[in-house]
């Protein structure tokens, strides 16, 4: 396989990764918009975190947030995997800043509120993977025997 | 086409995302209706139990439907305590149970609150089992820590161990068990001002100040 062809692969598996969370994140932006977050009864159990005084940026509720960089993200990946060269470097930046906020949410659920969303986790699982596979993207212009 | 195809599935993403988020936004947006004239709140009868916390003349009656097992219940009893300061005599508060079948030990809580309330201590065991709701809702000896609250807060313990087990309890957890499931409740807390119904996203501390400021200024707040 080629270095192109492993680059494309990579790129298209970081894009269907994204879509994942993307379809993570826009059920947690309903769950917020509905206020299912503030209750019992709805599902999940993820009100302590999202119901938290976390769960929201200027009213905005940061499952918003995350579904937009998923769909960025999963825009900027699709992009690059059809080739467009000016696309490489926006999902690696997107990528470590949404890395860097998924540091940053695990540290609020384990150290602050003592409590964790399996969904926001689910999240964090697929930003590492996100970044994995970054990290293993060949640069440019080398050749790969594999 | 090649060049294109790019565009055109980040385009299909973009609505298939709006499209199923918009169904599933619908979907879950619990329907919430203004509580009849019929059911407005009325004085107490029967095996209806009606806590009134506050002044019972308020001009504004805040009723909510929660469970003493669930966290989010517990977060807005606390800032209920702190609303009925702020208001002063302006609002009421009203509690009606509706435990989740979900949540193991709720309906027992509840048993537990109107047993006290028999003996008229019903706001002080409210007090005890959300501020101790995270000890008792994960012990395994639940009851015996009911009793313990009840002793605590100065009841009369082998009294409240009958009127646990009592009908006249149970009558009034169901009374307001089947006045929620007439509202077509689903979740708690559930919070009414006025009878008309607050918004399930204005169920924190900001929304439910603008709704009473709302009403307190002859303005409807749903």
Redesign the interface.
Known sequence: MTVSRFRTALYAIVAIVA?AG?ADA??L????????T?????SPDC??VL?SSYGKVGGIPVAMFG?LAY?TL??FA??A??G?SWAPKFVALLAAAMFLATLWFLYVQAFLLHAYCRYCLFSAALTFLIAGLLIAVPPSGRRSST | MKRYLPFVIVVVVALATFGSGAMLYRAKRPQLHAIPEDKAVSANSGSESMHIRGNPDAPVTLEEFGDFQCPPCGSFAAFAEQLLKEYDSRVRLIFRNFPLSAHEHAREASLAAEAAGMQGHFWEMYDVLYREQAVWSKAPNTRELFESYAGTIGLNVDQFKKDMDGEQAKARVDSDVARAESLEIKVTPTLYINGQPVDPKDKNPEGVRAAINAVLAGKPHA
């Open positions: 879509l993307l826009t059920y932006t309903v769950q917020a918009l509905t206020g299912e503030l209750s019992c009864g709805g009100f302590r119901g579904a769909f999963f825009s699709t992009f995997a059809f467009y």
